[in-house]
Nanobody, 126 residues
Framework: QIQLVESGGGLVQVGDSLRLSCAAT????????VAWFRQAPGLERDFVAV????????YYSDSVKGRFTIARDNAKNTVYLQLSGLKIEDTAIYYC???????????????????WGQGTQVTVSS
């Protein structure tokens, strides 16, 4: 059974950068589709970015495109989310999730993913 652990969150100011990590144990992430979602208080869990297990294609939500970058390091069994140009509205708990069988049309939906981490808080202040 795979376990995912996020880290790297924190309190930053507008315009700052952070790198979130999603480290896996129990199974390899290299062939799994791994996504990042975020959830602000009182709101639904929203798609942020995804990297596919086959081919490594990446997709982003419109709200983070050009500012966030998702990448994987297979040697470390870890997927990263680089956050740049942070805005106050980026404040949320960030979760990583993995799936062995995600299809293209379902990548943005939380129900696609079988395994989730516990989340890491990102707070952006002015």
């Amino acid at each position: 059974q795979i376990q995912l652990v996020e880290s790297g969150g924190g309190l930053v100011q507008v315009g700052d950068s952070l790198r979130l990590s999603c480290a896996a144990t129990g199974e390899t992430l290299s062939r799994q589709t791994v996504a990042w979602f975020r959830q602000a208080p009182g709101l639904e869990r929203d798609f942020v970015a995804v990297i596919r297990g086959t081919g490594g294609h990446t997709y982003y939500s419109d709200s983070v495109k050009g500012r966030f970058t998702i990448a994987r390091d297979n040697a470390k069994n870890t997927v990263y989310l680089q956050l740049s140009g942070l805005k106050i509205e980026d404040t949320a708990i960030y979760y990583c999730a993995a799936s062995k069988s995600a299809i293209l049309s379902s990548l943005r939906f939380p129900r696609t993913y079988d395994n989730w981490g516990q989340g890491t808080q990102v707070t952006v202040s002015s």
